[in-house]
Each structure stands twice: as structure tokens, then as C-alpha cells.
């Protein structure tokens, strides 16, 4: 059978939807690489809005861009209100960066799938995670203990490492969605899965797991139609920004004790997280409504408590665009929920969706409600809206 040759726009959408990935996915701090790279999708993608802007206005979920605009203003507005304060407050360019990342991922995605490059854009995420997930992994497994001790990854911190590679496998699961509804390789799917968990013990990131774990039981075990229904999702969001108010109950629990100091040999106060709850009311006295400004979360926790953030997801946000602005950003992943339950064809989301499911949880003790987050929200609202089109692909288009 002859081999079908790349086209020349195949070859260019292939290398908008890589760059694409890197402005979503990739969040390397300090890193004039990636900020190159963030400015040339942004251009590229404003010149692709220039050049669909009708069919964009057209078919262009409408509530989705409208929240995203009205949350960038919030942002603006919180950085724009804060008092001057004794610690180094960042500047507006995490904000632009922001909007740039915002703008790219939205329009890149909506044009890309309703173009119906769907399978170009799916296979180019995976292979790039692929790669950067063996370049990291061949660099430090031959000297783990170093890099272990050192926490400083070719991704990052452990954190970075252990979720790209949980990225890696669910986005091998919407790659075989979409072909024949099930894994050319069972082998393949056993092996990615290993792997992960694998690396995760080898970088001590119990995070990982419990992500791991969650994504599984969502795909394999959870009904789709409760997955899928916004109050389910509205409901593990509550719980997991309830934690830094409970954290003493929990502490106290047998449940708690067993499994957190027993078998995973964990502090009592969880690697200083509850020493850091306790001084909520203290860090964002004055700075509920507004927060302390985008992007500054590090500055203010570390100034105060010598910690690197909040360690939960929803305070970490809150403390930086305060309760308006957590708010309207947990509004767009509800709206998110709420479209694809709406659609009755939309279950091959469930990789991305367990993502999304995944990250919330781990937010009770981890800061993962981050631009990341929701480029992936955006990933599936886009999704939802073109999904009636791209059910139709051929299987040969998608291979």
C-alpha cells in the first residue's frame, strides 16, 4: 500500500498545532525560549483570526470567549487595585503573557478543529509529549538521585514531570478515541500507563499516582453521564477548596493517619500545609475581593511564610485574582461541563475530561488551577462545539 506523503499545509498545520502545545502546556519559568515561542503563536494566530474572523464570529462558542474576556479584564482590574505592599509585586507581562496564551489556545483550537484538523492536532500533542517527556526521562534516570535532591528536571519541578506525563496518557486515549473507538494496542496502553507510574515513584511524587488513578477510574469505572454532569464536577471542586478549612478534622482522622503517616510516611502537617492554612486570615487580610495581582503568588507566600504558594489550588488562585476573579475562572470550566453534558456525543472527551477531573482533586494540596487548566477547559469547549463535524472523519484521515 503506498504511503500517503505529508502536504505541505499538513506539514505547516503541524507545526502551528506544536507550538500550540508548547503556549499550553509548557510553563517553564524564566524560560526566553518559551516566551519566544508564546509570542509567535500569538501572531500567527492573530493573523489566522484576521483571516477567519467571520467564521469565527459565526461558530465561535460565544459564552465561552465572552467569559474568557470578562475574566482578563478581572485580572487586569486585580493587578490594577493592589495597594503597594513591602514585597516585589510583578508587573503586567504575566498578564499579557496570559491574554496571548488565552487568545492563541481559543482561536488556534476552534480554527484547527473546525477546519477539521482534528487528528493532525491530537497526533502532533501526543508526539510532542512524547518527546519531551523521553528527554526528560533519558537525562535524569541515569542520575536520578541528583536531580531528586536537586528538584530541577528538564520540565521542571517533580510536579511538572509527574502531570506531562499523566498529559502523555491521556492523550494517547483521545488519540485512539477517534480511531475505531478503541486501542490498536493494548500493549501500547499497558505500557504508557506503567510508565508513568514508574516515573512517578521514581520522582516520589504521590501526586502523580493519585492523578494516575483518578484519570483511570473516570475512563474505565466512573458512569459517563455523572462524569460528564457540571454539579458532579461543581461538587469535587467544593470538596477540594473545603480542605484548608477542615484541615484539622482531616488531620485527626484515622483515615488520615493510616494511610498518610503509616503507609506513606508523610508529615503530620502534611510538608508544612497546614502551618500555611492557619495563616489564611492573616496572608489575604484586606485582599479577599481582589487578590494581590496575577501571577504573584510566590512573592507573597514566600515573603511571608518562606513557601513557594498557597498548596491549595483554589486559595492559591484566589490570593492572586482574589474571589471575583477564582470565581468567573471556576464559572468557565462549569460552562465548560455544562456544554459538553448538553451534547450527547461528546464522551470521547473523557481523557481531557479526566484531566480536568484529575487536576481538581489534587488541589486540595497542590496548586494546579493554573493557565494550563484551563487551556485544557478551552481544549474541550472547542471540541464540544466542532464534535458533530468530527465525529464524521474518516478513520483513514485520522490515522
Not at 478503541?182 to 499516582?209: A, E, Q, R
Not at 502534611?270 to 489575604?284: Q, S
Amino acid at each position: 500500500m503506498k504511503e500517503k506523503k505529508v502536504s505541505l499545509r499538513e506539514l505547516l498545520i503541524g507545526i502551528y498545532s506544536f507550538l500550540l502545545f508548547n503556549t499550553a502546556f509548557i510553563n517553564i519559568n524564566n524560560n526566553i525560549l518559551f516566551y519566544i515561542i508564546n509570542c509567535m503563536t500569538f501572531i500567527i494566530t492573530f493573523f489566522l483570526y484576521i483571516i477567519f474572523f467571520s467564521q469565527i464570529i459565526q461558530k465561535c462558542s460565544k459564552i465561552i470567549i465572552f467569559l474568557l474576556i470578562t475574566f482578563l479584564a478581572l485580572v487586569i482590574y486585580s493587578l490594577s487595585v493592589n495597594n503597594p505592599t513591602n514585597f516585589s509585586i510583578d508587573g503586567y507581562l504575566p498578564v499579557i503573557r496570559l491574554a496571548m496564551i488565552l487568545f492563541s489556545t481559543s482561536i488556534g483550537f476552534f480554527i484547527l478543529l473546525e477546519k477539521k484538523y482534528a487528528y493532525i492536532l491530537i497526533n502532533v500533542f501526543f508526539l510532542t509529549l512524547i518527546f519531551y517527556c523521553l528527554a526528560n526521562d533519558l537525562i535524569f534516570i541515569p542520575h536520578f538521585t541528583s536531580f531528586n535532591s536537586s528538584q530541577m528536571y528538564l520540565l521542571g519541578n517533580k510536579f511538572n514531570v509527574a502531570y506531562l506525563h499523566l498529559e502523555l496518557l491521556c492523550f494517547y486515549f483521545l488519540k485512539i478515541s477517534f480511531v475505531n473507538r478503541k486501542p490498536k494496542s493494548v500493549i501500547t496502553l499497558v505500557f504508557i500507563i506503567f510508565y508513568t507510574l514508574f516515573i512517578d515513584i521514581l520522582i516520589d511524587c504521590i501526586s502523580g499516582i493519585v492523578g494516575l488513578i483518578i484519570c483511570l477510574l473516570i475512563i474505565y469505572v466512573i458512569p459517563k453521564k455523572i462524569t460528564v454532569n457540571p454539579i458532579s464536577w461543581l461538587i469535587v471542586w467544593g470538596i477540594s477548596s473545603l480542605v484548608p478549612f477542615l484541615y484539622q478534622k482531616i488531620v485527626e482522622s484515622s483515615l488520615y493517619q493510616n494511610i498518610v503517616l503509616g503507609t506513606l510516611n508523610r508529615s503530620i502537617t502534611m510538608t508544612g500545609r497546614m502551618n500555611i492554612y492557619k495563616e489564611v486570615p492573616f496572608i489575604m487580610y484586606d485582599h479577599w475581593k481582589w487578590g494581590y495581582g496575577w501571577n504573584n503568588s510566590y512573592n507573597i507566600v514566600y515573603n511571608y511564610m518562606k513557601m513557594p504558594d498557597m498548596q491549595n489550588g483554589t486559595l492559591d488562585l484566589v490570593l492572586q485574582i482574589g474571589i471575583m476573579g477564582a470565581l468567573l475562572y471556576f464559572l468557565i470550566v462549569f460552562v465548560t461541563f455544562y456544554k459538553i453534558d448538553k451534547s450527547n456525543k461528546s464522551y470521547d472527551l473523557l481523557p481531557v475530561i479526566s484531566l480536568i477531573y484529575a487536576f481538581t482533586v489534587l488541589s486540595s494540596f497542590e496548586v494546579t488551577f493554573d493557565t494550563t487548566f484551563l487551556t485544557i477547559c478551552i481544549l474541550c469547549a472547542m471540541f464540544e462545539k466542532n464534535y458533530n463535524e468530527l465525529s464524521d472523519m474518516d478513520d483513514a484521515s485520522v490515522k
